[in-house]
């Protein structure tokens, strides 16, 4: 009996200590004990239940923020998110949530886009137009003359076409220079594509034409960000640099039907298939010398030069447009009459 009542006196003065029962409240809750419990496991690891998060009032019943060497960790609703995006497990057998957001931090590190599958780029541009055209409504959003500026800081004020054409007389001699000329030309293209757009009245940014404009200049940004920054860094492909260097050329001659025979070489090529056997013992398949890499369609090597060179077809169309010529040299000539 004496040693019952000993029991019973050590569990008492062990949830005195927790803070669980004193004189005026007799009972608890097994969930209270448990929490105590496991905060004091998380403690002698070395993990601190944040309190700012707390002071908010955004932690829920059993949700726990923890510094760990004195570097914050996420919230578990954020990290279950993430995870979730990636096709991660939340938490793995044995694994404590810090340990979860350990391997959500190596996941973000050695794989830093998730693989969300196939996106649809026209949907995510239409979501990014709606939401512009809703700060502007609402005059949260920069002044459209600032993001003018941030779009196109790079490209000097005194480009126009007739200087891009005076630069284009020296192109054929050095590829970084090349690659320069292409580059200006290109965002000078984008450039008069948003000025357009931002010349529109409130009026008329809220019809459907409109709207799918602003949505295909969104597209056509996002689309080109790759091969500008390969002719910013001079590290784009030679075989590609040829045909885009030969595309300017037309482009800035007027001459949009040799610019889009140009275009159709490099997207689609014009290389023989290799049908049947291409290598007989010794002998070489005839006309086997015709297929090397310029001929090849670039267009199938992957998405991302799938997506520049279809941008790339946007912007020579946009060139034909603000920059008429003879009807003989337009590629599908539509008067402005008609257009309109």
């Not at 780029?121 to 055209?133: G, S």
């Not at 019809?207 to 295909?216: A, D």
């Not at 040829?242 to 275009?263: F, G, V």
């Amino acid at each position: 009996m004496d040693i019952l009542k000993a029991e019973i006196a050590r569990k008492r003065k062990l949830l005195e200590q927790k803070q669980l029962v004193d004189d005026k409240k007799k009972y608890f809750r097994r969930g209270d004990l448990n929490a105590k419990d496991t905060e004091e496991v998380l403690q002698k690891v070395g993990y601190k239940k944040q309190e700012s998060v707390e002071a908010q009032g955004q932690t829920t019943e059993g949700a726990y923020s923890f510094v760990a060497d004195g570097q914050n960790i996420l919230p578990r609703t954020e990290v279950i998110r993430r995870l979730r995006e990636r096709g991660e497990p939340i938490l793995i057998f044995g694994e404590t949530e810090p340990e979860a957001f350990d391997r959500l931090r190596q996941c973000e590190i050695s794989q830093p886009e998730a693989n969300r599958g196939f996106r649809n780029d026209f949907q995510e541009a239409m979501e990014q137009v709606d939401a512009a055209y809703l700060q502007e409504m609402f005059a949260n959003a920069p002044n459209p003359k600032e993001d003018k500026k941030s779009d196109f800081a790079e490209l000097d004020e005194s480009v126009s076409w007739e200087s891009i054409q005076t630069m284009a007389q020296k192109m054929g001699r050095n590829k970084d220079y090349d690659m320069d000329v292409i580059i200006t030309l290109l965002t000078f293209l984008l450039k008069l594509w948003n000025d357009q757009i931002a010349n529109y009245s409130k009026h008329e940014k809220m019809s459907t034409k409109v709207k799918m404009t602003r949505v295909i200049y969104t597209q056509t940004k996002e689309y080109v960000k790759p091969l500008f920054r390969k002719l910013k860094h001079h590290t784009l492909p030679e075989d590609i640099l040829d045909s885009l260097r030969d595309i300017c050329k037309h482009l800035l001659n007027r001459n949009y039907i040799t610019a889009s025979d140009a275009y159709l070489e490099m997207a689609i090529g014009n290389a023989p298939w290799p049908i049947g056997v291409t290598m007989v013992g010794i002998h070489a398949r005839t006309g086997r010398e015709k297929i090397f890499s310029k001929n090849v369609a670039h267009v199938m090597n992957d998405e991302t030069q799938r997506k520049y060179i279809q941008g790339l077809k946007r912007l020579m169309t946009k060139c034909q447009e603000y920059f008429p010529t003879d009807p003989s040299k337009c590629v599908e000539y539509v008067s402005k009459k008609d257009r309109e």
